[in-house]
């Protein structure tokens, strides 16, 4: 069974920095690539942030987030990591990870997600 958890959510003021981990268990960590999104409280989609695909390391970020996110892997630990810095009070919002058929950062190329992690941004 594919279970992806999440953890490092939390409560930060604007500038600061949370990195979040993705625990992926269920299948050989490199077969699927993942992928962090986010949903705000309302909207009914959720919004891609970043992906990596495991098995060549290639990612992509959502523009919103470049140059302030960083997605990164431990194989070792089958985990991924999300380092958010200069974090703003719009990237308040649950953050999930899920495992997917295609490196992307669009919702539907995505079959298993975690349960989520909120992070909420102060001003």
């Known amino acids: 069974e594919v279970q992806l958890v999440e953890s490092g959510g939390g409560l930060v003021q604007a500038g600061g920095s949370l990195r979040l981990s993705c625990v992926a268990s269920?299948?050989?960590?490199?077969?699927?690539?993942i992928g962090w999104f986010r949903q705000v409280p309302g909207k009914e989609r959720r919004e891609g942030v970043s992906?990596?695909?495991?098995?060549?390391?290639?990612?992509d970020y959502a523009d919103s987030v470049k140059g302030r996110f960083t997605i990164s892997t431990d194989n070792a630990k089958n985990t991924v990591y999300l380092e958010m810095k200069s974090l703003k009070p719009e990237d308040t919002a649950v953050y999930y990870c899920?495992?997917?058929?295609?490196?992307?950062?669009?919702?539907?190329?995505?079959?298993?997600w975690g349960q989520g992690t909120q992070v909420t941004v102060s001003s």
């Open positions: 269920g299948f050989t960590f490199d077969r699927y690539p």
């Open positions: 899920a495992a997917g058929g295609l490196p992307s950062i669009l919702e539907y190329e995505y079959d298993y």
């Open positions: 992906c990596i695909s495991i098995s060549d390391g290639r990612s």
